[in-house]
């Protein structure tokens, strides 16, 4: 029940946290609700969550968040959208690539590489664009041993 706008925003992160420890559909779904709330440490605290829940409009969040105007937020939306498990938003997370933010290039780059094959191809085809930014962060990410990259995309 406090999962809504009208709650002050640093308890409504409390309540996230607490909607995802309790992992009910309820309370994803109005988690999922709150992906555009007008303060961006909420909506960074709904995307981390998004993590543990796979739906269409936790994809559709998902997908918004990775185009929010805060970094914190899309790197978020981006290290949340592989553990996720939400594989149509692999284009999304390849976009993130050519961020103006290197951390959301990197969270980006990991979690295509979580992706597995079609992450992994987007990683490749990225290395051979005129963005030399996302195409350092492909490569670097992209030679990660799995074990490497998985305690470094488990680090949020």
């Not at 909607?19 to 981390?48: K, M, Q, Y």
């Not at 998902?62 to 959208?81: G, T």
């Amino acid at each position: 029940a406090r999962l809504n706008a009208g709650t002050r925003g640093a308890d409504l992160v409390f309540y996230i946290r607490a909607g995802e420890a309790v992992r009910t559909v309820a309370a994803f779904n109005a988690i999922c609700r709150l992906s555009d709330h007008p303060g961006w440490e909420v909506r960074a605290a709904v995307a981390r969550a998004l993590r543990l829940f796979r739906s269409e409009d936790a994809t559709e969040a998902l997908r918004a968040l990775l185009r929010d105007e805060d970094w914190r937020v899309r790197a978020k939306a981006a290290a949340s959208a592989a553990t996720a498990g939400a594989a149509d938003l692999v284009p999304n997370v390849a976009d993130a690539l050519h961020d103006d933010q290197w951390w959301v290039r990197y969270r980006a780059a990991l979690a295509l590489a979580r992706f597995g094959v079609p992450g992994r191809a987007e990683l490749t085809l990225v290395r051979t664009t005129g963005d030399r930014f996302a195409s350092d962060m492909a490569t670097m990410v992209g030679g990660l041993a799995d074990g490497a990259l998985a305690e470094l995309a488990d680090a949020q």
